[in-house]
């Protein structure tokens, strides 16, 4: 029953993450801390008290630190809107309005801007240089060239204590554990839609494998709503990092066509690798939804037994008979672009389809272009193993043959796929996993 | 399972395919879901206790409070598990987004409080276990203490917890016990149904115990953890509802096999004096090893507890502040995690070992328990209530009202407890 609580890291914990440490450039002493704002007083010019600083609204847009567009004020016992314009100073204990009359505008939410103590604070964020899921305890505020703007989010335990302290203390920042906001990326709320927009540039700049290790980080909700902000080459790459069981749960929970179309752009190992997870239900539901081609491979590969070789390989494979040129095959190549990395050379097929020799790219590359690819093949001919044959007996073939590849046949010996080195990482790394769990 | 269809070569079927493995452990675990292990944590050494004490006081007169119970818990864990699938967060991290910070810390300090009393119990619990089997508390206690820590920080507990779920297995042999006592059905059916009430302070105090028993805020965590983790979405709101409401209801229908069971067995010979007492119950099923047998069983269920609480209350509190929360990392890097949950197991080790009589001090805890209770249900409530948090899915007004009657007579209930005591003060 533990087992609920993640407590046992699943992947890498936290600490052996690269971590770069972000500053933030602006002293202590000229901080206003949010939290510590809220029950401030408002003044006029001539000192009498308006109302009681309830919250602090910021543009939402592409700025790195957002500005402040007004505050929200209780005023007896209506809230109000109060412009950043109408405010000639603000300081931690408050603000002092400029001019002596103010109309005050009932407060309404508008597009285009977040509140900071209804909306962040105490909400989850995400770290994009830390690449992790931080609570904050308190955001900071500070002036740049006159006008103020939130430049970070604190973190740390001690702004939490602070919090519950009286308000002296708890307007004094304490940024022990602060991030610079302009790395920092909101998640929505349930229901709500993502603010993608913002920081998205800084969220491309992670890898899919640290983007994974994100999503493995938040609930189903805001999963759903994180890969659907995400362009969809970049979701898919992100869903072939992730663990088969996540990535399950996940598929699982979205709506079939959005489900079948990631899985589409996913390499369809991985995806066949998802699809095995889920029951049959989901699983034939989501095929039906697919284009034919991909269903069609997919379900081919889905007929593959469970560790076997089949199950484990990619079918994307570059085919080409004995008869063509080098110029031909590497005409063929292009049009694979977009599996480049699951490509490690072009087959070499007799008439009837059977396989002759695989040729690596890098030999390819050096041939004479009008050659035929027959005067390419010949001894050491290539490593190959039987689709049904058992994943440990492909690994030893694969250590006997030490290459990056091995290609797979069917039993009249052509060419079904390829098992890549990184397909057998994924199945070496899952076997040490087991074997540390059940020592 | 994905592949019932297909069958494997031979020689994969005989090397064990890894995946196919995975898939059994996690069979396993939805076996023992929330369900189970809700019936456990209401069952553990506390509940025991004070429903095995109702029944030798009271006899059935007890019955009719349980059912009420029943629609309370019914109604508490449904709450927490549709929080947890509609939010996808734990419910004190809810509460640190929901309320401002001075209140949610005032129900994290009455959480920690309801746990610590449960901890205490546990180990109370297992100290009465080994005294049934002749084995002085001040030496098993300890001992218990720090081996429950040490395979919770060294990893290997998962596995141990199994241990554990099993030894909780003497437990559900109470309905069968409950049968072959032979009791009163139609007076036991009458004492269920038929409203009443006993006019004593004793009765109101067992009543409060009984509720701090059955709905602990722990319960609730783990019910919103539970649903959370499996990454349940609002479209699987209907599954995790049934088991939320069948756990609880499953729960209480061994509770109430205890109280029913204790009842014919030793009714009306005044409250709990020894945990020998209780085990007084199985006898009729299993004659002379029903002391063996209920030493077990309470063993089982005290130790699962004894980890379960500390780690998972550690857990929802360290979620909700945001740091580290492994058992794995240093205790450099997860102070607060691991220093609450050592502190728990310490406090609640040594204050089980203080002189006294322990089934009194497992009544007491459960008693401070039910004072707490309508604190934190008050939150739950409120947060199931908001359109806020939980869009069309909170709380329909037939409901809400519903609701709010159970959580304000827990509440008043309460109350009435802390005025008859102050008033025996004077």
């Known amino acids: 029953?533990?087992?609920?609580?993640?407590?046992?890291?699943?992947?890498?914990?936290?600490?052996?993450?690269?971590?770069?440490?972000?500053?933030?450039?602006?002293?202590?002493?000229?901080?206003?801390?949010?939290?510590?704002?809220?029950?401030?007083?408002?003044?006029?010019?001539?000192?009498?008290?308006?109302?009681?600083?309830?919250?602090i609204v910021v543009r939402w847009d592409d700025a790195a630190y957002p500005q402040v567009t007004g505050l929200v004020l209780r005023v007896g016992r209506r809230t109000s809107f109060l412009p950043a314009a109408n405010i000639a100073e603000m300081d931690r204990s408050g603000v002092v309005l400029r001019s002596a009359r103010l109309s005050l505008k009932d407060f309404e939410r508008r597009e285009g801007e977040i509140q900071l103590i209804d909306d962040l604070l105490d909400?989850?964020?995400?770290?994009?240089?830390?690449?992790?899921?931080?609570?904050?305890?308190?955001?900071?505020?500070?002036?740049?060239?006159?006008?103020?703007?939130?430049?970070?989010?604190?973190?740390?335990?001690?702004?939490?204590?602070?919090?519950l302290g009286p308000a002296q203390l708890r307007r004094r920042p304490t940024p022990s554990r602060v991030i610079d906001w302009s790395t920092i990326q909101p998640i929505s709320r349930p229901g709500e839609p993502l603010r993608l927009g913002r920081t998205r540039q800084a969220l491309h700049r992670l890898r899919p494998a640290e983007l994974a290790d994100l999503v493995e980080e938040l609930g189903s909700a805001q999963r759903q709503a994180f890969v659907s902000a995400l362009d969809p080459d970049v979701a898919a790459e992100v869903l072939e990092e992730m663990e088969p069981e996540e990535l399950e749960e996940l598929l699982t929970d979205m709506p079939r066509e959005q489900a079948a179309s990631l899985l589409e752009n996913m390499a369809p190992d991985e995806a066949s690798e998802a699809l095995r997870e889920m029951d049959e239900e989901d699983r034939d539901?989501?095929?039906?939804?697919?284009?034919?081609v991909a269903r069609t491979e997919l379900t081919k590969l889905l007929s593959y037994d469970e560790d076997t070789a089949g199950s484990m390989m990619t079918s994307v494979t570059v085919t080409v008979t004995l008869s063509a040129t080098v110029d031909e095959a590497i005409a063929a190549?292009?049009?694979?672009?977009?599996?480049?990395?699951?490509?490690?050379?072009?087959?070499?097929?007799?008439?009837?389809?059977?396989?002759?020799?695989?040729?690596?790219?890098?030999?390819?590359?050096?041939?004479?272009?009008?050659?035929?690819?027959?005067?390419?093949?010949?001894?050491?001919?290539?490593?190959?193993?039987?689709?049904?044959?058992?994943?440990?007996?492909?690994l030893e073939r694969f250590v006997d043959s030490r290459g990056t590849s091995v290609v797979v046949l069917d039993d009249d010996g052509r060419p079904v796929g390829r098992i890549l080195a990184d397909d057998v990482i994924d199945a070496l790394l899952e076997d040490h996993r087991l074997g540390r769990r059940s020592q | 399972m994905t592949d019932a269809g297909t069958t494997p070569p031979n020689h994969a079927a005989q090397r064990e395919p890894r995946r196919r493995r995975r898939w059994r452990a996690r069979n396993l675990l939805f076996v023992l879901g929330p369900g189970l292990i809700a019936a456990n944590a209401g069952n553990d050494a506390g509940g025991i206790a004070t429903y095995a004490s109702a029944g030798s006081q009271f006899a059935y007169r007890a019955l009719f409070v349980m059912l009420l119970v029943t629609v309370a818990l019914v109604v508490v864990q449904e709450m927490s598990a549709r929080l947890g699938v509609y939010t996808g967060e734990g419910l004190v991290s809810l509460i640190r987004e929901q309320f401002n910070i001075r209140l949610g810390f005032f129900a994290v300090v009455c959480l920690m409080t309801a746990n610590i009393g449960l901890v205490i119990s546990e180990f109370a619990g297992i100290g009465a276990a080994f005294e049934l089997l002749n084995v002085s508390r001040y030496i098993s206690v300890p001992i218990a203490a720090v081996v429950?820590?040490?395979?919770?920080?060294?990893?290997?507990y998962r596995y141990v917890e199994r241990v554990f779920l099993i030894f909780t297995i003497p437990f559900l042999a109470y309905p069968i016990a409950a049968i072959v006592a032979k009791p009163d059905w139609s007076e036991v059916g009458k004492q269920t149904v038929i409203p009443h009430f006993v006019g004593s302070r004793g009765f109101l105090v067992m009543v409060i115990a009984l509720i701090g028993t059955t709905i602990t805020p722990y319960m609730q965590?783990?019910?919103?953890?539970?649903?959370?983790?499996?990454?349940?979405?609002?479209?699987?709101?209907?599954?995790?509802?049934?088991?939320?409401?069948?756990?609880?209801?499953?729960?209480?229908?061994?509770?109430?096999a205890i109280i029913i069971a204790t009842a014919a067995a030793i009714g009306g010979t005044g409250a709990l004096s020894s945990a020998k007492q209780a085990a007084e119950a199985l006898r009729p099923m299993v004659g002379g090893g029903a002391v063996a047998l209920f030493a077990i069983g309470l063993l089982g269920a005290s130790s699962l507890a004894a980890a379960v609480v500390p780690l998972s209350t550690s857990y929802a509190i360290s979620e909700a502040v945001g740091v580290e929360r492994s058992v794995s990392s240093r205790f450099r890097e997860a102070p607060l995690f691991l220093g609450l949950f050592t502190g728990q197991v310490v406090v609640g080790a040594v204050i089980a070992l203080l002189p006294g009589n322990l089934i009194n001090l497992l009544i007491n805890t459960q008693v401070l328990n039910g004072l707490i209770a309508p604190v934190f249900l008050t939150f739950i409530l409120v947060l199931a209530n908001r359109r806020s948090v939980l869009g069309d899915a909170a709380n329909k007004p037939a409901f809400r009202v519903l609701a709010t009657v159970c959580v304000g007579t827990v509440g008043v209930l309460a109350l009435a407890v802390v005025a008859m005591t102050v008033v025996g003060w004077f």
């Not at chain 1, 699951?342 to 272009?369: E, K, N, Q, T, Y």
């Not at chain 2, 983790?229 to 599954?239: F, H, I, L, M, Q």
């Not at chain 2, 069948?246 to 061994?254: C, D, K, W």
């Open chain 2, 148 to 156: 429950i820590w040490g395979l919770v920080m060294f990893g290997s």
């Open chain 1, 285 to 292: 539901e989501v095929l039906e939804e697919m284009g034919q």
């Open chain 2, 221 to 256: 965590l783990f019910q919103a953890a539970a649903v959370v983790d499996r990454g349940a979405s609002p479209d699987d709101y209907r599954s995790a509802r049934k088991d939320a409401v069948t756990g609880a209801i499953f729960s209480n229908v061994i509770s109430m």
């Open chain 1, 333 to 394: 190549l292009a049009g694979f672009a977009e599996d480049r990395g699951d490509i490690d050379g072009v087959l070499i097929v007799d008439d009837s389809g059977r396989l002759i020799d695989d040729i690596p790219l890098f030999d390819l590359l050096l041939a004479d272009r009008s050659a035929s690819v027959g005067s390419l093949t010949g001894a050491p001919y290539p490593v190959t193993v039987q689709d049904h044959e058992h994943i440990d007996d492909v």
């Open chain 1, 123 to 163: 909400h989850q964020l995400i770290d994009v240089s830390g690449v992790r899921v931080v609570r904050s305890s308190d955001l900071y505020l500070a002036s740049i060239v006159g006008t103020f703007r939130l430049v970070g989010l604190d973190v740390g335990m001690q702004s939490l204590v602070r919090r």
């Open chain 1, 1 to 55: 029953m533990s087992v609920v609580f993640r407590i046992w890291p699943r992947r890498r914990p936290a600490r052996e993450r690269a971590r770069p440490a972000s500053t933030i450039r602006f002293a202590t002493g000229h901080l206003i801390s949010a939290a510590g704002l809220v029950g401030g007083v408002a003044r006029n010019q001539a000192g009498a008290e308006i109302g009681r600083i309830k919250d």
